[in-house]
Every structure is written in C-alpha cells, then in structure tokens.
C-alpha cells in the first residue's frame, strides 16, 4: 500500500495520542492537517505561528519519534502555517518553516562530593546563597552539527568535533583546539559539540564560557577568598568548552588557574574543547605550559568557505527561514561575499529583510545595492600586526626598524602611533600591546597613547599623521 500524507499522518497521530494527555492531545494536534508527502518529508498545516513554535519547544521529540517511525531516521518535518488576511490581503498566504527538532537545554543537576569539596561549594554562575548545584550548560540548541554545513574550509575541524561528540574524553583530541578568523564557525562549531554530547550522553556535565567570562569569575573568587571552590566547581565538568581562549593573554593569575583546572579534568578523562582566532605558535603572552598543553591534542584550523560551501550555506538559510529565491541571485551573493559565514549570513537576511520589508521582488539589482552596501559597512577587523604594518609604510620603515630599541626621533614616534592605534582599534591589554610592539611593558604603551593625546593637541604636522593613519586603518 502506498504511503500518502493522510495515511502518514494518521498513524502518528495514533502514537502521539497514547503518550499525552487526552487535552493537549486535543488542543494541539487535532487542529492540524496533512498536506504533502515527498519522499522522506512531511509538510503539515498548523493555524498560527504561535501554534508552530509550541509544538516545537514542547513535541518536538514526540514528533519526531512518530515520524522516524513512520518514514524512517531521515525522517523531515515541515509546517505549512497559512496566514489569514493578514495586512488586509483578501487572499491567504502560507509561510514554510522547517522543524530544528531540537528541544530546548535542561539545567544539569552535579552530585558535588563532599568529601573531597568544601560543603558550602559555590556555583560561580548563581547568586551568593543559593547552594543548588544546578548548572546550566549555556548551550545554544540552533548551534548544532544539523547546520554547521561541512565543506573542504572546515572539514578537519567539524570531523574532529563529531569524533569528540561521539566519545568525549576519549579520543586523542584532548584538548580540541579550534582556530580560525572571525566569523568562520568556530563559536557554533564549539556549541554543536556540546550540544551533540547532550543528546547522546544526558548525564554528563557540559559547560560553555568565554574566557572573558571565566577570568571575571575567577577575579570574584580571589576578591571574595573562594578560589578553591571556583576550581572544585569547574572540576565537576564533564565537558568544558572555552571560547575565545586568545583573551586569557596576559592574565597570569587565570592562566594558572585554568592550568590546575586543564590538568585536573585531562588526567580524569575530561574532555576539554577551545577556540582561539589564532593557532597556539601565534599565542602571545600566554605561559609556555599552557601553550604545550593546547598542543597535546588536535588543533584544527577554520578556513574561509569555498565557493560550493558559501552556496550550500545560503541554501540552507533560505530553507531554513521558509524563504524561496532565485539561483542566480544566490550565485551573485555567494561569489561576492567571500571572506567569513556571519557576512554572508548577514547580507542574504539583509536581502530577505529589503524584499520583504520594502514589498519588492528580489532581483539581481536589488541583490547588488544590499551587497554593496553590505560590504562597504562591513568593519574590518585589525590586529596589532596590520597596525604596525600600516604605520611602518607610511613612514616608510620596516617592522623591524619600528619593533628596535633604536631612539631615532621619528622611529619613536611611529611606535607611539602603532601602540596608541593598537590600544584604539582592538581589545589587546596594554601588556599585550606592548609584548607585539616591541617587547615593551604596559608603562611604555601607556605613556606613548598620553604624548600622542598631547602632540595631536600642540603639533600640526603630527596631528596629521594621526589623522592620515586612521583613514587608512579604516577604509
């Protein structure tokens, strides 16, 4: 007998009616009807999109082991929502949404032994007080393998991350060190290994911070006299994941605490997942025992997508957001955006955004305003080497000349004007800044950014430089 919708639908609608109460079964399911069946996908009509997002936060599971049941483990799910009237329209118009399938992330409740642990073992994410040892992973359940698309930019990377999900702690990538410029996937690619390791293993422990995050809890727990409890608290981790690693340059005293907290958790079987926005040979200012434990595992480089990966990446936005559009409107975007996910991402949502928002069908021309717009706004983001790079030609010195300990007045100056830039345009300490610049202490970086405060105000030539350097780091 040949499957339709109807006969699909039917038989899930038997097994979701025998494992929920009789009401719920009747106020969300009874409503809806089966529209379409192709090949491994069921589209389904719901009345609202309110009625679309609570099936999805509270049935999803059940919806989805109905369907698996049904079609098998390839099984999609989609929703038609048909939209009555809406904006005085006579015609009703239908919007596609398909399902995440994904139910949102549960607190995790640790067992915290006492009699290894201070009784009065302090959670460094609740309110002082409150003694429960519920801990959120901070999970981002949209952040999952399902749309971290694979490509030849990230293929060692996301194979990596799926062979941690699968055996945390067990592998040789321990840790697993992700590394990439801004904007490549290495925050979601970090989340969806978290996320993974949820669904196959719900009784461990997972944890995602940012290591901004991490040193200021760090620096409560020294002004409050708790330091122990804060590495006891992170050594019931099963899974810690630790984005933006780079930030912890310069911080010696959560260098050394992370240092206890990594060895703790790698000689128990811990798993331990970073990412940086550079490889640890590129590291500065972290200590030279942190560096060789980043290296016990895998470090896996995030490349900028290729043309097939950013065309798949749009496709699937589009898919995703319920939204149909020409193809070669999509070539047009993918062929011009090309430097990080998160811009292309935003310029075809930008796009949607404009054609929606503005009633006017997407064209090549419209296409081509949003992505020059797009582009042209999009901030460049500059390290301390472009800096240095920039200042070193338009005094037409060399990297070398500029990073000496020579006291040539116009050598001097240029330094000043790299260590003044670099304190302006990124979010290096001043320790750092001047370790890059020359090997120089935070006093020096400091007092260079006050005398080029007081020359810009007393010296017309010198207020040129400045103004002359800026454009150039901001074009």
């Not at 999900?165 to 490549?184: C, D, E, H, R, Y």
């Not at 590495?231 to 010696?252: M, N, R, T």
Request: glycine share 4%; charged share 25%; proline share 3%.
């Amino acid at each position: 007998m040949t499957k339709t919708a109807q006969s699909v639908w039917e038989n899930c609608l038997s097994f979701i009616k025998d494992n929920i109460q009789d009401q719920a079964y009747k106020t969300w399911f009874e409503p809806i009807k089966s529209v379409e069946l192709t090949d491994n996908a069921l589209y389904i009509q719901v009345p609202s999109k309110f009625f679309y997002e609570w099936l999805e936060e509270h049935y999803v599971k059940l919806l989805k082991v109905a369907l698996t049941k049904e079609l098998g483990k390839n099984a999609k799910l989609l929703y038609k929502i048909k939209m009555e009237n809406t904006y005085g329209n006579k015609q009703p118009f239908t919007e596609q949404l398909p399902s995440a399938n994904r139910v949102p992330m549960k607190p995790q409740e640790v067992d915290a032994p006492f009699k290894n642990l201070n009784p009065e073992l302090k959670n460094p994410f609740v309110i002082p007080g409150i003694r429960n040892l519920k801990i959120e992973s901070q999970l981002n359940a949209n952040y999952s393998f399902d749309n971290f698309l694979e490509g030849d930019s990230n293929r060692l990377a996301r194979s990596a991350g799926m062979a941690v999900a699968n055996k945390p702690g067990g592998t040789s990538f321990n840790p697993l060190l992700i590394f990439g410029g801004v904007g490549l996937g290495k925050t979601h690619l970090a989340h969806a290994i978290g996320v993974e390791v949820k669904d196959k293993y719900p009784e461990k422990t997972v944890l995602y911070i940012s290591a901004e995050i991490f040193t200021q809890q760090y620096i409560d727990s020294v002004k409050k006299n708790n330091r122990n409890d804060f590495i006891h608290f992170y050594q019931l981790i099963d899974v810690l994941i630790i984005d933006d690693v780079q930030f912890l340059s310069g911080k010696s005293g959560t260098q050394d605490v992370f240092f206890h907290i990594f060895n703790y958790l790698h000689q128990n079987g811990k798993q331990v997942i970073l990412t940086s926005d550079k490889a640890p040979v590129d590291m500065q200012d972290i200590e030279q025992r942190l560096l060789s434990r980043f290296k016990w595992g895998l470090s896996a480089e995030l490349h900028q997508p290729d043309y097939e990966t950013r065309i798949s990446i749009l496709k699937n936005i589009l898919y995703r957001d319920g939204v149909e559009m020409p193809e070669d409107i999509i070539e047009y975007v993918a062929r011009n955006i090309k430097s990080n996910v998160r811009e292309l991402e935003g310029a075809i949502i930008s796009l949607i955004a404009q054609s929606s928002f503005n009633k006017k069908e997407v064209t090549i021309e419209l296409a081509k305003s949003v992505v020059e717009k797009f582009v042209k706004n999009v901030k460049r983001e500059i390290s301390i080497d472009y800096i240095q790079k920039i200042v070193s030609d338009y005094f037409q010195l060399d990297i070398e000349t500029l990073q000496s300990k020579t006291r040539k007045r116009h050598v001097v100056q240029a330094r000043q004007l790299a260590m003044f830039f670099a304190k302006k345009f990124t979010k290096a300490s001043l320790a750092n800044i001047g370790s890059q610049i020359g090997d120089r202490d935070h006093a020096t970086v400091l007092h260079a950014c006050k005398t080029v405060d007081n020359l810009v105000s007393t010296d017309k030539q010198f207020k040129k430089f400045v103004e002359d350097i800026n454009k150039k780091l901001t074009l």
